[in-house]
């Protein structure tokens, strides 16, 4: 089992299946491709972050962009 998860956010118009072109990039990780369902920002925003507490719960690390 992979203890660190990477999950990946696709753009406007985008598809979950992208996440498979950084698997190769991240190989000790589990990339998990995300499908929002919102539209706006605050929607959205609050739909990513009940994904990330779900995975934290699951996965030793999930990683926060670096800013």
Known sequence: M???AVLYIHGKNGSVSESEHYKPLFPE???IG???QTFSPW???AEIRSVVEKLKSEYDSVPSPKK
């Open 2 to 4: 992979k203890h660190t």
């Open 29 to 31: 990780c589990e990339v």
């Open 34 to 36: 995300f499908d929002y």
């Open 43 to 45: 929607e959205t925003g």
